[in-house]
C-alpha cells in the first residue's frame, strides 16, 4: 500500500517539475511533500470494487473486518497483493467454513471476477 502511495507521489512530482519550473535553493529543488500537501493526491484503485478496498483499508487501520461470501474473494486477493498474511488466512478459514456449510456459489461468482488475480485461482481451487 505504502509502495502504491509512493508511487504516485513520484508520478505527481515529475508532473510537476515538468509543467512549472522549479525553484532552486542552494541547489537543491523545492518540489516535493510541501508542494503536495496542498492538493489531495487521487490514486485510482482499479482492481477491487469501493467497498472491498475499504474493507483492506479498516482491516490495515483496526485489525479486524466483516467478512462475507461477497467480499471474501476480492479481500483474499487484496491481502495477497497487499501482503497481509492475517487477512489472507482469515479469509482461507472463512472459505472453508463456507465449504463445509456448502455454501460456495456466490465465493465462486465474486472469484471469477478476480480471474486476472493468481490468488483467485486459489481460491476457486477450494471451492
Do not use: W
Not at 33 to 53: C, G, H, M, R, W
Not at 72 to 101: K, M, W, Y
Not at 113 to 127: P, S
Request: hydrophobic share 40%; aromatic share 8%; proline share 2%.
Amino acid at each position: 500500500m505504502f509502495e502504491l502511495i509512493q508511487k504516485h507521489i513520484r508520478l505527481r512530482i515529475s508532473e510537476q517539475s515538468k509543467v512549472t519550473k522549479t525553484k532552486k535553493i542552494k541547489g537543491k529543488s523545492l518540489v516535493g511533500l510541501s508542494q503536495l500537501s496542498s492538493e489531495k493526491l487521487k490514486i485510482p484503485i482499479t482492481n477491487y470494487d469501493a467497498e472491498v478496498f475499504r474493507l483492506l483499508v479498516e482491516f490495515i487501520h483496526c485489525g479486524e473486518v466483516n467478512i462475507n461470501e461477497d467480499t471474501v474473494a476480492g479481500l483474499f486477493c487484496g491481502a495477497t497483493q497487499f501482503e497481509i498474511p492475517e487477512l489472507s488466512g482469515a479469509c482461507l478459514d472463512f472459505v472453508e467454513r463456507c465449504v463445509n456449510l456448502r455454501r460456495t456459489e456466490n465465493i465462486r461468482f465474486h472469484a471469477e471476477c478476480f480471474k486476472f488475480h493468481a490468488a483467485a485461482k486459489t481460491l476457486l481451487d477450494k471451492v
